[in-house]
């Protein structure tokens, strides 16, 4: 007889229960069904896999050898299914994975611990998946559920299955040898970078976003985007790998600091690297709402999303942050 294409788990927890009390008498009870009813299930069951699983005499019952040998299974099987119904039951959820790119970027860290104080009963789990264009893989894949960056420089047909939420324009800076020449000045006139060679993750496949935005920005400056780099993970690395090369870094005003380093601002104008939140379209989690109102409440609070005079984003950038506002 051939294997039966599917095994209700209403039978299985027949036969389980059953087994367990070797009694069809208080098993019904567990169950709170008719002892008629149970038998009739265990029967089906037995039909389905062309297996006798009981022997049953007016004094007892006892498992058959194909009983004993499909116990753990119809087990595991009902293990599976209570921890299926647990976590779809009224007021549960599952955690949510929540990408900030970077352990020392502030502004994803910040919103994520808004969120949390917001949904104390929700756990939210921090991923760094380091930029935006290769979360945007492990978001469509249900691998992770929302991360940061500039959704602008993501593909059309990535934007088109995924939401956003403009957060903030961040404002940008440069990272320098701390004996740089123009690590001197507080602030660094972008024309002063006329002639140098900036990294600005050339190569990296993960932040594509970012090496488009650098090339928008140095265009027509008279910057050189730096060559591709093997990816330095950790400080140490980073740290490494600018001191070889001396290529001043292109950055975030809250990038962290790294010894022998120094961060300044660039200005004139000052460029601006706009942060989205962003989520697949269709997700609904209660945790996904609390992270909206955490960067929603942030930006309104530091006024992240109010564009100075004198700031500067490609002409796309403005398009997209506006769309969603």
């Known amino acids: ?106 502004t994803g860290r910040r919103v994520l611990r808004r969120a949390r104080e917001l949904a104390p009963d929700c756990e939210l789990m921090a991923r760094y998946e380091s930029g935006l264009t290769g979360a945007a893989a492990e978001l469509l894949a249900g691998r992770l559920d929302a991360s940061f960056g500039r959704f602008a420089g993501l593909d059309p047909a990535l934007r088109s299955a995924l939401e956003q939420q403009p957060v903030r324009y961040e404002p940008m800076a440069v990272v320098l040898p701390e004996d740089h020449p123009l690590a001197a000045l507080p602030e660094v006139p972008l024309a002063a970078l006329a002639g140098e060679t900036v990294y ?15 090339c928008r920005l140095f265009e027509g400056r008279g910057i050189r985007l730096a060559a591709p780099l093997p990816l330095a993970v950790g400080d140490e690395e980073f740290e490494r790998i600018m001191a070889k090369t001396r290529h001043p870094v292109l950055a975030v005003v809250d990038f962290p600091a790294l010894p022998r380093t120094v961060r300044r601002p ?60």
């Open 266 to 325: 660039l200005v004139d104008p000052v460029p601006l690297s706009p942060v989205s939140l962003v989520w697949r379209k269709g997700l609904a989690h209660p945790a996904l709402d609390a992270l909206r109102r955490a960067a929603a409440e942030l930006a309104r609070a530091h006024g992240w999303l109010r564009r100075p005079a004198e700031g500067w984003i490609p002409a796309v950038d403005g398009e997209v942050m506006r769309s969603a506002g």
């Open 1 to 106: 007889m051939p294997a039966p294409a599917h095994v209700d788990p209403r039978l299985l927890r027949a036969f389980v229960t059953v087994a367990e009390e070797l009694h069809f008498t208080r098993a019904a009870a567990r169950l709170y069904v008719a002892q008629q009813a149970l038998s009739r299930d265990v029967r089906r069951l037995e039909r389905e896999l062309g297996a006798e699983l009981f022997v049953r005499t007016t004094r007892q019952v006892t498992l058959t050898a194909d009983g004993a040998r499909l116990l753990p299974h119809a087990r595991r099987v009902l293990a599976a299914e209570d921890d299926l119904l647990a976590a779809f039951a009224p007021g549960q959820s599952r955690p949510l994975l929540v990408d900030l790119n970077s352990p020392g970027l502030a």
């Open 200 to 214: 600005a993750g050339a190569g990296n496949p993960r932040t594509g976003e970012w090496t488009d935005l650098a």
